[in-house]
């Protein structure tokens, strides 16, 4: 454990509603208090973040980090490098492993690998059901004894209405979200990219917007059932976030998250061919893209996670019908963010923070996500001026499949702690 003090920065705690220039004091990995005019003690660490956002640490809850069985394309220890890199303290990694994490004894193992080699905290969502198969559910009350803070089978959405009636019905009674990958893989098959105008020019098979529509729909209303919280994942449509919004109003225990790459991107946009751009769900229209974007602004959203999904390049630089979905995300998630929402105006710097820290925090009851004196030193430490260019050649991914490569970015992650302890600092 390490202590600090962070002198001068704009102190951000969505948790406690403090925005203000001030001092973070932290000893023995925790915080011990936030004010102005903290006296520097002799032999303490000294952080100068004048100019900078000082905030509780960033939470990421959805990424893949491929180990145990695909440590080719990512390890728990590379893609812990690659959030501290992006500012991110915590990050919660989806069960779809080899083995796929359905039982006590893999979240066992992801967690005690984390232990010992992860730069930051690593939370871990079991599978719902058996192999992600969707037949049978997963021993979800061990792996909630074993660890983990959700469950889902992202990647692969539960079909059967009732198999997923009944995980809501258990996840319900421990307490814990439920969180799909919504898409009807009817509807969906064989598509690679967004069917509209740009599908048919490019000739490539389309995925219809309906797809994540008819599924939301449908667990919305086992929702309502079985009184579960059921969390959406990477929400892309403008139908989805109509629904969810609905529900809300509803009070129903709904929550939702959407990517940087589904505010920043359209399919007019996918270089042609590129399978840097293959992601699932894929880059949608502008007109979904903007109602995304009302839905962050308005308040519907409550978290912004990257879907971190890394793939080795012999994997990606296949023909753009045969290579897999999906891209890697963490190092440029709060450029993005800041380019694509706080520049313009769509939102706040406060509300980007609570979008990265209270949120996710909030669905998965984290003890994290504040600065309020005691509570873990984890703090993510920004300046939303500096420019900067991603080279993805440097990542600290062992993936290298991303779409923002050269981009120039307005903002972004200058230091990350975790525990109290600098993990990662801008050159």
Known sequence: MSSILIRNGRVIDPASGGDAVADVLVRDGHIESVGRGILPEDGLAEYDATGAIVAPGFIDMHVHLREPGIEHAETIETGARAAAAG??????????????????TVTSYILQRAREVAAVNVFAIGAITKGSLGEELAAIGSMRDAGIVAISDDGRPVMNARVMRRAMELAAALGIPVIDHCEDLNLSAGGDMHEGRESVRLGLR?????????????DLLLAELTGAHYHVAHMS???????????????????????PHHFAITDEEVVTYDSNYKMKPPLRCAHDVDAIIKAIAGGV??????DHAPHAGDEKMQEFERCPFGITGLETAIGLTLSELVHPG??????????????????????????????????????????????????????????????????????????????????
Request: proline share 6%; aromatic share 8%; hydrophobic share 40%.
């Open 87 to 104: 500012g991110f303290t915590s990050i919660c990694c989806m069960p779809n492993t080899k083995p796929v994490n359905d039982c006590a």
């Open 206 to 218: 389309g995925i219809p917007a309906a797809s994540e529509d008819v599924m939301v729909a449908r």
């Open 237 to 259: 449509t403008t139908h989805s976030a109509e629904m969810v919004a609905f529900a809300k109003a509803r009070g129903l225990k709904v929550s939702c998250e959407v990517t």
């Open 301 to 306: 959203v409550d978290a912004i996670a990257t």
């Open 346 to 427: 769509h939102i706040t710097v406060g509300r980007m923070v609570e979008l990265f820290t209270t949120g996710p925090a909030g669905i998965l009851r984290l003890d994290r996500g504040t600065l309020a004196p005691g509570a873990p030193a984890d703090i993510t430490i920004f300046d939303t001026e500096t420019e900067w260019t991603y080279d993805v050649q440097q990542s600290f991914s062992k993936s290298r499949n991303s779409p923002f490569s050269g981009r120039r970015f307005r903002g972004g992650p200058l230091a990350t702690i975790v525990r109290g302890k600098i993990v990662w600092k801008k050159e």
